[in-house]
């Protein structure tokens, strides 16, 4: 037996430090830090519940453990619930927190759907338990404010965070939940105005932005023979938590329908919803202190006044054709604010946010409301024939003088079309125009290129220069950043515009070009002509040079 | 890693020469760096150099207030508890430096292996050594294009590191960290396995007839 004692010793040893090694010895001083949210809107369930929607930047809580004990802690449990609205719930199990080691758990919470119908706004409590080493235990718990599903917070920051204007409305990224094409109430309504105002249409299968702006002035007739009426609120301040924002109660499109009446950002709400039913692409432009609803068809941007309804008791109700013309205009303000670089402009497309996981709620079928719709379709009877037309506004009117390059004037004798804008001059009336083709280069007003794409005409407006030299040396040197390398050499003044010449390269090939610039009230304007083949096409560029005013 | 969201400052002219989706764009690039230590934690240090009119752009959004890109950074790392925010200039070759650390970056996976979340599908990554992987990956900020370079170092205390996929599909790092035991560490898993073998050796050993 003497002889075994040492064997016997270092099996035991072996043992224990195995069994140290395995088994969870001593207390494990779990330390938890816990980052919540101070309210969860409604409305937007579906992002809370979805940690890859909007990078995951909008959940419930995170929690930060961290093992400040000598041992391992094993099977760290982590499950909460939110008394009346969710179950106690698994989060995650971590198999083991090393002494020293941080552990983070992310809360996003999986309400019901039936989450839509909460009205008013109330404190709830959040209910955390941490089970490790097969049976200890924590318990944490905060209260964060639950929305009404009408009400929309503007911002999730703290007060003392908030350095401009983007931070006070940052959930404006949230609004396209409120976006609801799915709505049985919403689909039946666009049938409705596509049925009996448009008389069917086709802009959807078209794709073509004639027939796009006839849709959005269609749904623009609806509300006006429908005798739907503008009011506007304010969001009322309110301290949630951590946070201080405006909170605005916000109709939901069927109830900015069935209601007959909302302020800007709703109807630009309704009309998302129904240009996305109907197969578009809706956005919603945002300024300091309103919005209005708009489309994007090809790559061009087209807007509309949806508050041009007004009603008896505000005065004046704006015709569809004014309507779009008044939107048209505060779209090349928008586009201008943006070049200037004003923060406090910019857009919420709605299928982009959609792609990064902002999704409308879910709302059930109403027989009570689809009723409501039907009465209310009966007054769309005369269809758009029944909104009254003003002279040289109609809806053909205006997309004849849309198309002829928006300068005014059509096509003139001799085959070329006017532009005009911050200048103008003669086109061959055969090329396309583009305004504003690229929405994050505001600065390019617009592209007219040739049929065959060899040649085309930017009209260019740089804010801030002060001269030709500076503005063309700018340009030059943000091309050479996106991989087009320009050469250029002054040439002359002529009738106070700066004449340039110049050769502009990329992996697409090369252009010759002839450009003039002028000073403007806020910096300088100019027009380029070039072509792939500018020796053949020399007469027709100095055809356009010479009609340049 | 995630694609880092950054106020970006770039015009792009594109005059007589409309964008083609084919063209060549040369993109802004942004560095990343990543230093994990032995308990999944890690110090991430984010590096640009801007053109002049970049430069000018970038002084008017950031102004006196850096903190808006700590801002930035949290919403970019949600999963992380991040601090020791550090930001630094270089005002005369136009570039900003920004360093902070991440906590949680890694942890041990149902399987008992160390785990690092990649957030993407089929990221393009290229092995340097044993310790250290490039990750390149391409998109858009703001109509800009960048080009966003992760440099991840893993420490000496590791192995057995592998790139593999989570359930959803999105890449992931494996490994095997010999840090961070404390009394349950893998020396004493080492050392008790050996003491136990050997021991059981003996007893087992049949005596001498």
């Known amino acids: 037996m003497k002889k075994k ?19 969870p010895f001593g207390k494990g001083d779990l330390d938890i830090t816990i980052k919540q949210a ?21 959940y419930l809580f995170k929690m930060l453990m961290t093992n400040e004990g000598k041992n391992t802690i094993s099977d760290a449990k982590v499950t909460y619930r939110i008394p009346n609205y969710v179950d106690w719930t698994d989060l995650e199990t971590i198999p083991r927190i090393y002494p020293g080691q941080h552990v983070v758990v992310r809360c996003y919470p999986q309400f019901k759907d039936d989450i839509v119908n909460k009205m008013t706004q109330s404190q709830e409590k959040v209910e955390i338990r941490i089970t490790y080493n097969g049976g200890q235990s924590i318990d944490e718990d905060f209260k964060f404010n639950l929305m009404g599903r009408n009400q929309f917070v503007y911002t999730d920051l703290p007060p003392e965070e908030i350095a401009g204007y983007p931070d006070m409305f940052r959930n404006d990224q949230l609004v396209g939940c409120f976006v609801t ?19 069917g249409e086709e802009a959807s299968v078209s794709g073509k932005p004639d027939d796009a ?11 006006y023979v429908s005798h739907m009426v503008y009011s506007g609120t304010e969001g009322i301040p309110q301290k949630l938590g951590d946070i201080s924002s405006l909170v605005q109660s916000t109709r939901l499109p069927r109830e900015v329908v069935t209601g007959n009446t909302g302020l800007c950002i709703e109807l630009s709400l309704l009309y998302a919803s129904i240009l996305k039913a109907a197969g578009l692409h809706p956005v919603i432009f945002l300024i300091p202190g309103h919005a209005y609803p708009g489309i994007l068809v090809n790559g061009q941007y087209y807007a509309i006044e949806a508050t041009g309804i007004g009603g008896e008791g505000l005065g004046s109700r704006m015709s569809p054709a004014d309507a779009f013309k008044a939107g048209m205009k505060e779209l090349n303000e928008f586009v201008q604010n943006v070049q200037a670089g004003d923060n406090r402009y910019f857009f919420v497309d709605i299928d982009a946010m959609e792609a990064k996981g902002v999704i409308p709620m879910e709302l059930k079928d109403d027989e009570f409301l689809r009723k409501k719709i039907d009465d209310i379709a009966a007054s769309f009877g005369g269809g758009a024939r029944s909104v009254p037309e003003e002279p040289g506004s109609s809806m053909e009117k205006n997309l004849a003088s849309r198309n002829d390059g928006g300068g005014g004037g059509g096509g003139s004798e001799s085959g070329m079309r006017k532009y005009g804008g911050i ?59 996106s991989g087009r390398y320009m050469t250029y050499q002054y040439q002359n003044s002529n009738n106070g515009y700066d004449v340039y010449k110049g050769v502009t390269s990329s992996s697409a090939g090369s252009r010759q070009w002839e450009a003039v610039f002028r000073s403007s009230g806020s910096g300088i304007v100019g027009v380029s002509i070039g072509s792939s083949a500018f020796s053949e096409r020399e007469g027709m560029v100095n055809q356009i040079l010479s009609s340049i005013r | 890693m995630k694609k880092i969201s950054l106020i970006l400052l770039i015009g792009i002219g594109i005059m007589l020469n409309p964008v083609r989706a084919q063209e060549l764009i040369k993109p802004q690039k942004l560095n990343v760096k990543y230093d994990l230590n032995g308990l999944g934690d890690a110090h991430i240090e984010a590096s640009m150099t801007l053109d002049a009119s970049q430069w000018d752009n970038y002084k008017k959004l950031i102004g006196n207030n850096p ?30 430096t920004l360093s902070f650390d991440a906590l949680g970056l890694g942890k041990v996976n149902s399987r008992g292996h160390w785990q690092v979340d990649l957030n993407s599908k089929n990221p393009d990554i290229t092995r340097i050594s044993d310790h250290n992987y490039i990750l390149t990956s391409n998109y858009s900020n703001g109509g800009t294009l960048m080009q966003e370079i992760d440099n991840i170092n893993f420490p000496d205390a590791t192995s057995d590191i592998k790139q593999d996929k989570d359930a959803l599909g ?29 021991g059981l050796g003996l007893l087992l050993r049949p005596g001498k007839v």
Request: no cysteine; hydrophobic share 45%.
């Open chain 1, 181 to 199: 094409p799915q709505d049985p109430i919403i689909k039946y309504y666009t049938q409705q105005v596509q049925e009996k105002v448009m008389k």
């Open chain 1, 213 to 223: 702006v006839k849709f959005l002035m269609g749904v623009y007739a609806a509300t």
């Open chain 2, 67 to 96: 903190d808006i890109l700590k801002r930035q950074m949290e919403r970019t790392f949600p999963g992380y508890f991040l601090q020791n925010f550090n930001y630094k200039e270089d005002v005369m070759n136009r570039a900003w």
């Open chain 2, 170 to 198: 999105k890449a992931i790092f494996t490994y095997s960290s010999s840090d961070g035991g404390g009394y349950g560490s893998w020396l004493t898993l080492i050392f008790g396995g050996i003491l136990f073998l050997a």
């Open chain 1, 5 to 23: 004692l040492p064997a016997l010793i270092l099996t035991v040893a072996g043992a224990i430090l195995l069994a140290i090694h395995y088994l």
């Open chain 1, 38 to 58: 101070s309210y969860i809107m409604p409305a937007a369930y579906k992002v809370y519940a979805n940690s890859d929607a909007l990078n995951g930047e909008y």
């Open chain 1, 423 to 481: 200048v103008s001059f003669d086109y061959p009336a055969g090329w396309k125009r583009f305004d504003y083709p690229a929405p994050s280069w505001p600065f390019l007003v617009s592209e007219i290129d040739s049929r065959d794409g060899s040649s085309g005409i930017d009209v260019i407006n740089l804010n801030g220069f002060r001269s030709s030299g500076q503005a063309i040396e700018w340009l030059r040197r943000t091309m050479a950043r």
